[in-house]
DNA sequence: TTGTATGCGTTATCAG
DNA sequence: CTGATAACGCATACAA
């Protein structure tokens, strides 16, 4: 190593470090990079040469400490292996990544206890704003969360009393109105399996129970659900156990989720059962692969990107002054109805 | 704004906050938090219990900024949509959280520039490793790595000349053996269709290539290959188009991941083609769909969560000042032949 | 347009 | 075991 004017132990460069090279002080450069626009243009092309040479990189922890503003957004969502939350991700990522904002993201396995370290771990880096998963925080969590005094979006489902902002759709209303397609369709004895069975599955399986029992269809024996999480080779068990258990009286079946009713599809197929003739199987969340297996798998659909998007966006608006027209977003969802569910009968 | 003894306006709580609460140094609570065996027990308990009542939460800025300890390890990945990614985030996240360590993910959608600007801006969190993906860096983006003298690794494919520390697999070994497995098995007009054609998949094609030639195998007109994204839609269609210009002259396609051979599959059994009797189909990276779909599918199966882990793992070795026995590991692969290709003819 | 002084909340260093 | 003081690197408020 040669000796060098300054930093002798090749440390990161600083603002100092840039200023001294350029002959400017060191707030002049932090405007450089900040507010281009206040500086003289000869000056600016001074800064950033040596800004180029010297490989300078801000060092945001000592602007967040100095600002107040860490251009972070945290985000926390119950599972990364779940596809699911990919898209809604996705649609975070472009939008605060548009905005100049950098998301940290945690994990919190679905457990409430778990969420509530991860999120006191994402306020301890003086996020911006939160994005977080549903809606059952620990008390303690939802403190934290307020007294943070940032905007919090609750996303994924429609709450009763959101912290702050909320988007998502109703997962009862869902899981009722799949009910009604079936029924619409003739099944008369209609199933339910579901794993993992957090607060939106059970949701689901809540409105699609009421909306049997209108008709006097619901069957207690013919609902499985079981705390493990949702995988396709699941959905196959699950659905052997509920044909052995339901002595083979059992017309349809609705499943909590994509990977389960594909489980299920590929299973029948094994078992030579004919969808929909023998069975009928309706999943939830429509994954790209429901669309193109034979039969296609009837399915709801969720406008996952485009709710990441309108969260990260509806968390853009409140940082950036312009209030949000509504703190509660309904985003929808579409029943697609396709072969593994025959028509409704007429 | 009034005089403020200390927080008029429901600031967050600080150190200082918390020590006069406790009636003791700022620096005491700040060993309460990081060095409590330093601390007697009774301070201990009176700092905790007035960290409770305050709500106090550590200010990481500042920490960093003292410290030069972040906390933070940096991921950059070239897709957030692609689930082949989850898997090994989910092994990164597991090991970097039980070491205390958040992450900083980044999705440079496959772009080496936007991973240099992405990487400049998650270098600015003072993260204190890095993990990327492959090797493809900008000459820019290797020189600020380099330079910012941390821990780093490049993951998911073996490379000659890695920065720091490497872990992957041989993707040109990769499509070699499938070609081999292909030829084992009789097949003898054999195409290839890619998506995306990211350095990983051109390198698995060019193996595939390879080995296809020595047998005198290789057809240009059997290899199809488009930048746009891989999707189930696109595996149907490349399909569809390789069989239109090949003649139906084609008895094998290995298909560069699994989302364009299980399109490719389901494809083939709308347009009534048998699979393997009229078509083998062999996919990589091995989904959970490829086992149980009907007829399951051939496919290369990674050990990603693994290698996510391994990745962690070597990071935090050397944080930990442990160093780790090899700086590149090879992961390896294993080819798993299902019933979408006939077995090998003895 | 540019610069000076000051403080952000924490930890390292050194005293006691 | 505990505390005073000085950084850490940058941006705000104010001056020039």
């Known amino acids: 190593m040669v000796g060098r004017t300054r930093n002798t132990k090749s440390k990161r460069a600083t603002l100092a470090d840039v200023a ?24 600016c092309h001074r800064v950033r040469e040596a800004i180029d040479t010297l490989g300078y990189i801000p060092n945001q922890s000592a602007s967040s400490l100095a600002s107040a503003r860490s251009q972070v957004i945290g985000v926390a969502i119950p599972s990364l292996s779940n596809v699911v939350f990919n898209d809604v991700l996705r649609g975070i990522y472009d939008v605060a990544g548009a905005g100049g904002y950098k998301v940290l993201l945690v994990d919190t396995h679905y ?68 009910a009604q397609k079936l029924m619409a369709c003739g099944y008369q004895r209609i199933g339910f399996i579901g794993a993992r069975m957090d607060t939106r599955v059970q949701q689901r399986m809540a409105g699609f129970k009421e909306a049997l029992q209108t008709q006097d269809l619901y069957h207690s024996e013919l609902f499985t659900t079981t705390p493990s999480p949702s995988s396709i080779a699941l959905g196959g068990e699950l659905l052997r156990g509920l044909l ?4 083979g009286k059992l017309d349809a079946v609705f499943c909590c989720n ?88 007429a």
Chains 1, 2 share one sequence.
Not at 24 to 41: E, G, M, Q
Not at 137 to 159: D, G, K, N
């Open 111 to 178: 457990s409430p206890i778990e969420e509530e370290n991860m999120i006191r771990t994402l306020l301890s880096q003086s996020p911006e704003a939160m994005i977080v998963t549903g809606g059952d925080q620990t008390r303690a969590c939802q403190r934290m969360l307020s007294s943070a005094a940032i905007p919090v979006v609750q996303m994924m489902e429609i709450l009763e009393e959101p912290l702050d902002m909320n988007i998502g759709f109703s997962h009862f209303q869902a899981g009722f109105e799949v």
């Open 258 to 345: 994509d990977d389960l009713a594909l489980g299920a599809l590929f299973e029948s197929q094994r078992m030579h059962l004919s969808v929909p003739k023998d069975l009928a199987l309706c999943g939830f969340n429509d994954f790209e692969t429901s669309a193109f297996v034979n039969p296609s798998l009837s399915s709801v659909h969720v406008p996952r990107y485009e709710m990441g998007v309108q969260a990260a966006q509806m968390i853009l608006n409140v940082l950036k002054g312009v209030p949000n027209k509504e703190k509660q977003v309904d985003i929808g969802f579409e029943i697609r109805m396709r072969q593994s569910t025959r028509m409704a009968s």
């Open 244 to 247: 052995s258990t339901s002595g």
């Open 20 to 43: 001294k090279l350029a002959g400017v002080s060191a707030i002049t450069v932090s405007r450089v990079l900040n507010h281009p626009d206040k500086v003289s243009d000869d000056l």
